[in-house]
């Protein structure tokens, strides 16, 4: 079955500080993964995905597959990075068109 | 042009009584979601939808019934409310290999 890991619930930075959010996967076959953002008081919306290769605000992921990681990072945080992030990933097993998510890491950014 | 509306927003009810949660698109997307969101478990699948009349259990769906009599709406009713049923319900749409979400509907079972 697919699993979606993400160890830490809160994670706290300070600004300027680089962050990773870390996910690790299981699945098998060739997932497709994500990261999803909630900003206070906002809808869930898409940060990236791994087949754009994009970097997002500043925030770059690199699907390991050797390590089943994607993990999320960013050199300099920002206090408007503040938000709860989710890992997510698709599939053939999941329903291609079905995500299934992680459960969540907080960010908080201190000044 | 909202795109995904979700209502109510906020709702509180009382063990056994019947809710239903209104989701409504206007971007005539095939798939749509209902996801709930609880501490500690993320989002988790409730049902989906492929197009109108299509629909399929997600993770979780226990408890919850969906309807899809049109491309654009897909509500989704608790027939007796639980207290574990107590949660944060997102409904979602699928474009361009994207899930959109709508605001979520805060639900409380007293």
């Known amino acids: 079955a697919q699993r979606v890991t993400q160890p830490e619930k809160l994670l706290s930075v300070f600004k300027g500080a680089p962050v990773e959010l870390k996910c690790n996967y299981s699945?098998?076959?060739?997932?497709?993964l994500f990261w999803y953002v909630q900003y206070s008081r906002q809808r869930l919306q898409l940060l990236l995905r791994?087949?754009s290769r994009e970097s997002i605000k500043g925030f770059t992921a690199d699907l390991n597959k050797g390590e089943t990681s994607f993990h999320l990072k960013k050199p300099f945080a920002q206090e408007e990075d503040s938000a709860m992030y989710y890992c997510a990933l698709s599939g053939h097993r999941t329903g291609a068109n079905n995500l299934f998510f992680g459960t969540g890491t907080r960010l908080t950014v201190i000044p | 042009d909202a795109g995904i509306t979700q209502s109510p927003r906020y709702k509180i009810t009382e063990t056994g009584r019947q809710v239903t949660l209104m989701c409504h698109q206007t971007w005539s997307h095939s798939y749509m979601f209902w996801y709930r969101q609880d501490l500690g478990h993320g989002l988790r699948l409730i049902y989906y939808s492929a197009a109108a009349d299509i629909t399929d259990k997600g993770e979780v769906p226990d408890g919850y019934v969906v309807s899809r009599s049109k491309t654009e709406n897909f509500p989704l009713t608790l027939e007796s409310a639980t207290r574990s049923q107590t949660s944060v319900y997102f409904c979602a749409t699928r474009g361009a290999g994207e899930l959109f979400f709508g605001e979520g509907s805060r639900l409380t079972v007293l």
């Open positions: 791994h087949i």
């Open positions: 699945y098998s076959g060739s997932p497709e």
